[in-house]
Every structure is written in C-alpha cells, then in structure tokens.
C-alpha cells in the first residue's frame, strides 16, 4: 500500500461519504491497495447439503468465472492448479490448452493472476492426507503434485503459490502421531518453498481451524502455522516461506486477526497473501460477504495492515450461496473498502491513539476511535 500525509488528506475531500462505484477504484489507486477475489468465487456453488445453488445453468468454466470475476470490477484474480490439470493414465499432467485458454481470457478481460492455490485436497486419492498421508509413496506424490503447482504460477506469472493443507490433519484422538505428522508437514514445506525460491516466488501456507478434517486441520492457527514457515526458514537458511491469513479462520478459532499481523513481523514471517470474507467463532467455514459481521474487528484488521507494511493483494476468498455471484462479489469489494477507509482515519490519528493505548484504560481508545467505527 502507498500511505502518506498528503494522500491521507484526501479522505476529508475526494473520499468524503461513503465509497461505492467508481469512487472505490479511485479509492484503491489512491492508497496503492490490490484487490483480488479467487476465480471461485464466480461460482457456482454446491455443499453437501444441495448439490447446486443455480435453478439457472451458470458457465462455470474457468473463462467463465474469470469474465465475472471482471464484471465485478476487480482488478486481480486466484487460481488454481486443478485448472490446469487432465488426467493421463495414472498420471495427472498440466493441460497446455488449458493453459492457453486461461491466459487469453486474463489478457482479455485484462486481470493480474495474483496466487495460485493448491487444490490438492480435491482429489480422493489424498483424502487420508496430502503432503502427511501416511503412506510413504502417496506422501511423496502429494509433494510432487504441490511442486507442480509451483511450476503453474511461475508459467501463469503468479507472484505466489500456496498450500493450504485441507485433507492434511485428524478427525478423532489417537488417530495419528501428531509430531510424526508435523515432521513429514516440515519436511514437504521445505521442498516446496525451496522450489518458489528457485523460481522468485512467494510461497505461505494457510491456517485452519477445522473443515473438511473436523477434529483439526495440521495447522489450526496462524501462530502454528507461523511456527512451521519459521522452523523451514532456519533449515532453509533463507527467509522462503510466509503464511496466507484468511480473515475468516482467525474468526473462527475467535484470534483477534490484528494480532495476527503484528505477531508474524515480530516473528520476521512473511505474509504471503491475504483471504478476506466473514464468517463465526468456532463455525464452519462460512465465507460470506466481508465487512458483514463486526465492522471494528475488519478496521482493526486493515489498520494493522496499514501498520505493518502490508504490501501484497487483498483477495476475496467467499461462496456465498444463495447470491448472484457478481453481486456478491461487487459488494465485498465495496464494503472493505469502507472499512480500509475507516482505517485509514484511524491511522490519520495514530498519535492520538497511541497517547489512549499508553493510558491502559480502553475507554480512552474508544473515545478516540468511536465517531469514526460508528459514524
């Protein structure tokens, strides 16, 4: 992002009122700040309660979501390596056509790719675990498979890839060796991350409380996830290895995602990208609208952003199941905006802020914080 003095004054003149339409562009350009959504959330939509959300048929192929993604107004968009994938024989092999197709249609709507998502979890060949599964011969191709991945971004100008481990955890007690486990985790994300460094790019991992492995996921929270990119930078030796925040996790294992931030400078762990959207402490993974749920925790998040330093995309990761799609994304991109301006102002007045938080006596941080969260 790109905050100073003279742009922060603009809040009180150009950015005046509430931001919708075309003000949110000029917004974002103002502010330097790079917003995205996963190309799924284009729809459509199914779960294991209805099969599809649509009583009418939607493209859900991949040109498809992207020209949604782009009738949102929104500027960057997420991938995945199942795009690009087909089946030959045994072997899952990248798809050049597929590839081509993807390129043409994000030259054509004009769209940055801006991460690449690792859907191994997708395929029931890695339900027992991905990159922990217990067997030795599928662990290594769980790896192989995440390697690919990275060879993906690096061909569709990805800045990062990223695992997020979803059928990699437990389901009940006793049910794995949780430190065997961690170490086969370690040991894949070393190879990953040395592979993105190879080719100049960012690799994190994401955290999760639960869902789709329903006792934990291998990293139910940022701090352990933040462990994990650590521990591989020290045997790496090079800073390699961030972590991907999903504003949505930290609400549901009820962390304060400000906090999150803040830890992982302290710590010197990269934040490899964020995924915004809303969603309940100890939930499922709801991914609704973001900015619809406690508008003082999505300023506090955006204000640590700002904070720190934050320099990488904002991406809409959400399913919002019984909306059109393009509404629904259109609306998270306005509504975050609201509250990065919020933010903003917040950050305009950070002396003041700074003085009420020394007091130790939160009534003073209220008073200097509660005409702009509330008004």
């Known amino acids: 992002m790109h905050v100073t003095d003279d742009n922060l004054k603009l809040l009180a003149t150009e950015f005046a009122g509430y931001l919708e339409g075309d003000v949110v562009d000029?917004?974002?350009?103002?502010?330097?700040?790079?917003?995205?959504?996963?190309?799924?959330?284009?729809?459509?939509?199914?779960?294991?309660?209805?099969?599809?959300?649509?009583?009418e048929p939607l493209d859900e192929s991949a040109v498809g979501q992207i020209s949604r993604v782009a009738a949102a107004g929104i500027k960057g968009v997420e991938l995945n390596n199942e795009m690009f994938l087909t089946e030959?024989?045994?072997?899952?092999?990248?798809?050049?056509?597929?590839?081509?197709?993807?390129?043409?249609?994000?030259?054509?709507?004009?769209?940055?790719?801006?991460?690449?998502?690792?859907?191994?979890?997708?395929?029931?060949?890695?339900?027992?675990?991905?990159?922990t599964n217990p067997d030795a011969g599928r662990r290594k191709e769980g790896v192989?498979?995440?390697?690919?991945?990275?060879?993906?971004?690096?061909?569709?100008?990805?800045?990062?890839?990223?695992?997020?481990?979803?059928?990699?955890?437990?389901?009940?007690?006793?049910e794995v060796n949780y430190g065997k486990q961690l170490d086969w985790f370690?040991?894949?994300?070393?190879?990953?991350?040395?592979k993105a460094q190879s080719l100049g790019l960012k690799f994190g991992t994401e955290a999760k409380q639960k869902e789709p492995r329903e006792g934990n996921m291998i990293l139910n929270t940022t701090a352990k996830a933040a462990l994990v990119a650590k521990t591989v930078n020290e045997t790496v030796g090079e800073t390699v290895m961030g972590v991907v925040i999903d504003y949505g996790h930290e609400q549901m294992v009820g962390n304060q995602p400000a906090d999150s931030l803040y830890l992982l400078k302290r710590m010197r762990v990269p934040i490899a990208n964020f995924h915004i959207n809303a969603a309940k402490y100890?939930?499922?993974?709801?991914?609704?609208?973001?900015?619809?749920?406690?508008?003082?925790?999505?300023?506090?998040?955006?204000?640590?952003?700002?904070?720190?330093?934050?320099?990488?995309?904002?991406?809409?990761?959400?399913?919002?199941?019984?909306?059109?799609?393009?509404?629904?994304?259109?609306?998270?991109?306005?509504l975050f905006?609201?509250?990065?301006?919020?933010?903003?102002?917040?950050?305009?007045?950070?002396e003041q802020l700074t003085a009420a938080q020394d007091t130790g006596?939160?009534?003073?941080?209220?008073?200097?914080?509660?005409?702009?969260?509330n008004g």
């Open 88 to 131: 030959h024989g045994n072997e899952l092999v990248i798809d050049e056509a597929k590839i081509r197709e993807v390129q043409d249609a994000l030259a054509h709507y004009k769209l940055v790719p801006t991460n690449m998502n690792t859907n191994i979890w997708t395929r029931a060949r890695y339900r027992m675990g991905g990159i």
């Open 337 to 350: 905006a609201n509250a990065m301006k919020k933010a903003l102002r917040i950050y305009l007045v950070r």
């Open 282 to 334: 100890n939930s499922n993974d709801e991914d609704r609208v973001t900015g619809t749920d406690d508008i003082w925790r999505l300023a506090e998040f955006c204000y640590a952003a700002i904070d720190t330093g934050y320099d990488g995309w904002f991406g809409e990761d959400q399913f919002t199941y019984r909306m059109e799609p393009i509404k629904a994304m259109s609306l998270s991109k306005e």
């Open 144 to 174: 192989d498979y995440c390697l690919q991945t990275v060879e993906l971004a690096k061909r569709l100008n990805c800045p990062s890839a990223q695992l997020w481990p979803g059928s990699d955890g437990w389901d009940y007690h006793f």
């Open 361 to 373: 006596d939160a009534g003073n941080v209220i008073d200097v914080v509660k005409r702009i969260l």
């Open 186 to 194: 370690l040991d894949g994300c070393v190879e990953i991350a040395k």
């Open 26 to 55: 000029a917004f974002f350009e103002a502010y330097g700040i790079q917003f995205s959504a996963g190309h799924w959330c284009a729809g459509g939509f199914s779960d294991r309660f209805c099969r599809s959300y649509l009583e």
